[in-house]
Structures are given as structure tokens and as C-alpha cells.
């Protein structure tokens, strides 16, 4: 029987660092571009700073990225060995071990024999770690893929506010970058919500509000320094 249903937890480690670097893009580059501005500087000063903080995040996202998920990697890797070992020294322990795992889901002992007898004899390391340890291919970590997304979304969602400091004369650039940012990071969360299946109403206004604050209190720290120097 062919299954037609349509799932999204595939998208799930791609997704998470993809929004992540696009919404930090926005964020952090139109709150320095705003903080700036308000200071009073010149518009090439203002390209600069966000040029700067475009290069500077993108590294810094995938090199977190990179390093946050290779730890989990390693984790994983970890408990695979062991589990690779156990099963190696006491194969009948990890079939009880198993068996009890499918009891407490709801199988009765007989058939949650049976289950974990003939997923062992196929694949037993792929059956703990999926049932056991809850490591399975769709979730399960990659670093460089987490790391190019995130770079790579973090330069685009900055390029976005950069391209207004270009366009937008300098007397207009708080208001005009504050506004379009916050349209941008509403249509981001529209998008992350409707790939990944959850309510947009509720994910536009999380990105947006938290761009608002950032945005707002890097303009008022600008302000601040900029009629003091």
C-alpha cells in the first residue's frame, strides 16, 4: 500500500537552522544598522558597520552551528559504540531490553517478543537506537549541513537591510529599515510556519516582536551615544 500522508518532521534540522540564520540575519543587522543611524553617523559608516555585522554573523552562525551540532554528533556517536558493544557481550540482555520497551507502549509480552526477535534479526543496532535511544536518520544531527544553512541564510536575511541603507537616504534610514525589517521577518515567520506546519498567526508575531524590542533598544543605546560624543 502506497503511504500518501505528508509529514514534516524530515524538515525539522534544516528548518530550525535555516530560520534561525535568516531571523538572526535580520535581527542583529537592522539593529545595527538602527543603532548606528541613530547615532548620527554617515551613510557610508552605516554600510560599513552592516557589512561588517553581515560577514561577522555569518561566521559566527556557522561556526556555532557547526560546533553545537558536531557536540551532539559526537553524542550520538557516543551511545551508538555502547550500544554497538552491549549488543556484541549480551545480545539476550538487549532483546529483554527491547521486548520492555514495546510492553510499555502498549504491545503484550508475547508480541513484543516477537517484534523485538525479528527487528533485531533484521537491523538490531538500527532497532535500539531508534526505539531505545531515540536516534534515527531523519533526525539525527549533521554539522555541515546545519552550518551552511545557517551562514547561508544569516547573509541572506542580512542583505536585506543592507540593500536599504543603500537605497533609502539617510534622514529616512531608521524608520524605513525598522518598518521593511519588521515586514521581513513577519513574512520569515509566515514561511517557517507554514513549511513546517505550525499556526502563522502565532510564529509571525514571535519573530516580529522580539525584532521590534532588539531594533527598538539598539536605537535608543545609538541615540544615546550619539548625543554624547
Known sequence: MRHSESHRTHRVGWLRAAVLGANDGIVSTASLIVGVAAAASDKGGVLVAGIAGLVAG???????????VSSQAD????????ERAELAGDADREHAELAAIYVARGLDAALANEVATQLMAKDALGAHSRDELGISDTLSARPVQAALASAGTFAVGAAMPL?????????????????????????????????????VIK?????TFWGALAMGLTAGVGSVFGATV
Do not use: H, K, Q
Open 203 to 207: 510564529s509571525v508575531v514571535r519573530v
Open 75 to 82: 553524542t550520538e556517536g557516543a551511545d551508538l559504540a555502547r
Open 58 to 68: 555569518a561566521m559566527s552562525m556557522a561556526a556555532g552551528e557547526y560546533v553545537s
Open 163 to 199: 540593500l536599504l541603507v543603500v537605497l533609502v537616504p539617510s534622514t529616512a534610514l531608521v524608520w524605513a529599515v525598522s518598518g521593511a525589517s519588521l515586514l521581513f521577518l513577519a513574512l520569515l515567520g509566515g514561511l517557517a510556519a507554514r513549511a513546517g506546519g505550525s499556526p
